[in-house]
């Protein structure tokens, strides 16, 4: 080193070594910004690192032949031509040839190794060829070692050069580069110089040579001028592309801010850039996410997915769910799509990310909503046969069984009509929180329908414990509940299928159960039965019925039979009672005990019992006397349906009297709400229609009922007539309910008299109307001929009455 520092101070101009050293520096500086330039274009490598290879390969030409016009042998030197041209060529082409390499190698430490060797022969070569040209005027020896060390410093800073340029894009990564190169330059050519001893010969007269004192002057001159301009035109190029990138990047930012997903920019696998909304959704601030990795942005398990996007052209890139990671940890799921874009002249990757934390709640919520009843948030029939099936193969498969409880709520129409439907909404909310407390959090408990819920019970368990488990269930629901200060009560009813003995299928078993439940509220309700095999045939056969009554009026199979109710003191028809019949294909007529009752459960009843009203109405219309005509509404057609409106309807329809008509009820439309049944009762009265209390005297309030409503005429149950004559306790009753009438001003008919000895006994009970067989049978069209009207006279004369008695 200090035989190095000594050729430098003892044998150069110093002026002329700083001037060469200021040459190199600018040099460099350029040859950097140009290769920065070519990493961010798309030109063709040779092409965009040829000028670099130009200006660079001319400052070290220039630096050396400056250094050598600095250099004092104490002889006259002279430089051969063809070497001296030689030695620039091999230094630009030397030169590009490493960058070509850094460019396409520089992923690899032995690819960066392999620039920076190439780089540092090229300047060796160069210097040594140089050198060589003094051989026209100089004996030219060298020192080995000195010589070995110079190539070495020239390749050593060569590769560190070639290593730290892998990212340029900042002012003080170009800087250290410039130097690195400087010293690659600097060093190998002091080094190499002090190797170097001169020994002065005769020139040659036939050798083609260039003076160093003149024409090598112009030269390097000239080189070490196009060095300078160069350099000076980088650096203005350089501060004019940094302007520019800077309000690109301004401009990129505001418009990345506005936005409301997050955008960020990499390159090489490293955040470049990345707005507003990046930093809220990583909970990060904007300097560590820039030169943070990607990949630690986003979950461990989805790094798969996001080097394989990197292996695959853009416009074949789709948007796709990824999950990123914040600062505190958590994962927030986002739509990534991204793009290749220019950005601060380099190619890198925009990418887009969309929050979808508000769009996945959404999607759960309804998932949710589609697998769960709104109103209790328990599963629906879709969740509860998902959850069964299951249920079903794991307990095939380890041996155990399954029970299914349907349960429905008993009275609970009663209290929305009286309440209305948020009372009942709350009290399906309420009975549901009560069946959940008797069950583990294994069970499944789901509605099914408006007041309906299935219970799934899995594991072994015997018969008894599940019903013990029902009849808790049933024994909470009849709890008195307490819905907006009313008290409540309702009643349930349980039916009960077990896997594999009642069904192996969801399905069979949710109707096993379904008909062990149809059994239970045929039998009265607020019990538990079991599923028995009788029990499917029986309600398929109602179910088969209730079919084919659905279409009974439109194939005009309903027919009405009119049996006539006398006068008890002439014989005389006064009424004819419509009572209806199924005439049905295959089976021939069907009782209306049988059907009437099918009707009411599947909500048949409204039609058939206006189709009645009609049909009476228009029959009654075409009699040849002005006969009462009377129609029985059932309990639940007065309930469901506006029958005064129906009523109204028919009359004017046929244009029959108002006061022909009968309206005949049972005590049972009182039961459920008795104010809204004496309302439908005032208004059929306002009608001007006849009202009458039908089965009077079966029921347990009878008499309340004759308080609340004043009707026309009470009806005396069959029942009662059939024992007369019997039992002296059965006289006494009717006699009490006939006194009970008269005393109330009411008109008393009697049903069921079939029997000449119920006639006398009913006729000194001085009651007003009989009706029954021994008068006549239901006809469908009634029995008005002179012949039987003349019969019925004839029974209630006193000589035929003694005859008969």
Same mark, same amino acid.
């Given at each position: ?233 980088? =650096? !203005? /190029?350089?501060?004019? +592309?940094?302007?520019?990138?800077? $309000?690109? #990047?301004?401009?990129? *930012? @505001?418009?990345?801010? %506005? ?109 949710? =909503? !589609? /697998?769960?009843?709104? +109103?209790?948030?328990?599963?629906? $029939?879709? #969740?509860?046969?998902? *959850? @069964?099936?299951?249920? %079903? ?115 069979? +078993? ?6 062990? #439940? ?132 028919? #009359? ?154």
């Amino acid at each position: 080193m200090i035989r190095v520092l000594t050729c430098i101070a003892q044998q150069h101009d110093l002026r002329l070594v700083a001037l060469s050293a200021i040459i190199c520096a600018l040099g460099c500086f350029a040859t950097v910004t140009l290769m920065a330039r070519a990493d961010a274009g798309s030109r063709p490598l040779p092409r965009a690192l040829l000028p670099a290879a130009i200006i660079f390969g001319g400052s070290v030409w220039a630096l050396h032949f400056v250094a050598m016009l600095a250099f004092q042998p104490g002889a006259h030197v002279a430089y051969d031509l063809e070497l001296t041209t030689a030695s620039i060529a091999v230094a630009i082409l030397g030169t590009l040839a490493a960058l070509v390499l850094w460019r396409r190698l520089s992923t690899t430490p032995l690819g960066i190794a392999l620039a920076g060797t190439v780089l540092g022969l090229a300047i060796t070569g160069m210097h040594y060829l140089g050198v060589g040209a003094m051989s026209a005027s100089s004996l030219v020896l060298f020192d080995p070692a000195y010589v070995a060390a110079s190539i070495l410093v020239s390749i050593a800073f060569s590769t560190v050069a070639m290593a730290r340029a892998g990212m340029l894009a900042s002012p003080g990564r170009r800087a250290e580069v410039t130097g690195w190169l400087a010293l690659a330059i600097c060093g190998l050519h002091f080094t190499g110089m002090t190797a170097v001893t001169v020994a002065p010969i005769a020139l040659q007269a036939d050798e083609i040579y260039v003076l160093g004192s003149t024409p090598l002057a112009l030269v390097v001159g000239a080189a070490s001028l196009a060095v300078l301009i160069a350099g000076l035109v980088a =650096l !203005a /190029l350089q501060q004019h +592309l940094s302007q520019r990138t800077l $309000r690109e #990047l301004d401009r990129m *930012r @505001l418009l990345s801010n %506005l936005a409301h997903e997050v955008l960020f920019i990499h390159r090489d696998g490293k955040v470049l850039e990345v707005n507003q909304a990046g930093t809220r959704l990583f909970a990060m601030p904007v300097e560590q996410i820039i030169g943070k990795p990607v990949l630690d942005l986003f979950a461990q398990t989805d790094a798969p997915g996001l080097l394989r996007r990197t292996r695959c052209r853009s416009e074949e890139l789709r948007p796709e769910e990824f999950a990123i990671r914040t600062a505190v940890g958590t994962h927030v799921p986002v739509e990534l799509s991204c793009r290749t874009i220019e950005f601060g002249g380099k190619p890198a990757t925009a990418v887009a990310l969309r929050d979808l934390t508000d769009r996945k709640r959404d999607e759960a919520r309804i998932r949710h =909503l !589609a /697998l769960h009843d709104a +109103l209790t948030n328990l599963p629906n $029939r879709y #969740l509860l046969e998902q *959850r @069964l099936g299951p249920a %079903l193969d794991a307990a095939a498969m380890d041996g155990t069984g399954v029970a299914v409880i349907y349960i429905d709520l008993d009275r609970f129409k009663a209290v929305n009509d009286l309440h209305g439907h948020a009372a009942g909404d709350a009290l399906l909310v309420q009975s549901a929180k009560r069946m959940l407390t008797e069950l583990r959090p294994t069970d499944t408990l789901a509605r099914v329908g408006g007041d309906e819920f299935v219970v799934v019970l899995t594991g072994t368990r015997a018969p008894q414990q599940i019903a013990e488990i029902a009849e808790r269930l049933i024994a909470g629901l009849r709890r008195p509940f307490r819905i907006a200060d009313h008290r409540v009560e309702i009643g349930a009813s349980a039916g009960i299928a077990l896997y594999p003995a009642d069904g192996s299928t969801a399905e069979t +078993l949710l109707r096993a159960s379904d008909t062990a #439940l149809y059994r239970v509220k045929d039998e009265g309700r607020g019990a538990v039965r079991f599923f028995e095999a009788s029990m499917d045939a029986q309600l398929q056969a109602v179910r088969q019925l209730e079919h084919e009554l659905g279409g009974a009026i439109t194939r005009d199979e309903l027919r009405l039979f009119y049996q006539p109710i006398v006068n008890a003191r002439t014989g005389e028809i006064e009424t004819f009672e419509a009572l209806i019949r199924w005439q049905h294909p295959q089976r021939g007529f069907v009782s209306p005990g049988e059907f009437i009752p099918v009707a009411e459960q599947a909500d048949l009843i409204g039609r058939i019992g206006e189709w009645v009203i009609d049909t009476a109405c228009a029959a009654a219309a075409a009699w040849p006397q002005p006969w009462r005509v009377s129609v029985n509404v059932s309990p639940t057609q007065f309930r469901q349906s506006d029958v005064p409106a129906v009523v109204a309807a028919a #009359l004017a329809r046929h244009g029959l009297d108002p006061a022909r008509l009968v309206v005949e009820i049972t005590e049972s439309v009182f039961i459920q709400d008795a104010a809204k049944a004496v309302q439908v009762l005032t208004d059929l009265r306002g009608l001007g229609v006849r009202l009458a209390l039908d089965d009077f005297g079966t029921g347990y309030s009878s008499l309340s009922y004759l308080q609340q409503f004043r009707f026309d005429k009470i009806k005396v149950d069959q029942s009662f007539v059939r024992r007369l004559g019997q039992h002296a306790d059965t006289l006494a009753i009717v006699r009490a309910i006939v006194n009970l009438g008269h005393n109330l001003g009411l008109q008393v008919t009697v049903e069921g008299v079939e029997t000449v000895e119920q006639l006398v006994i009913l006729r000194e009970l001085r009651c007003e109307q009989m009706q029954g067989y021994l008068f006549a049978r239901p006809t469908p069209v009634p029995a008005t001929s002179e012949l039987e009207l003349a019969r019925l006279r004839a029974l209630f004369t006193e000589p035929a009455l003694r005859a008969l008695a």
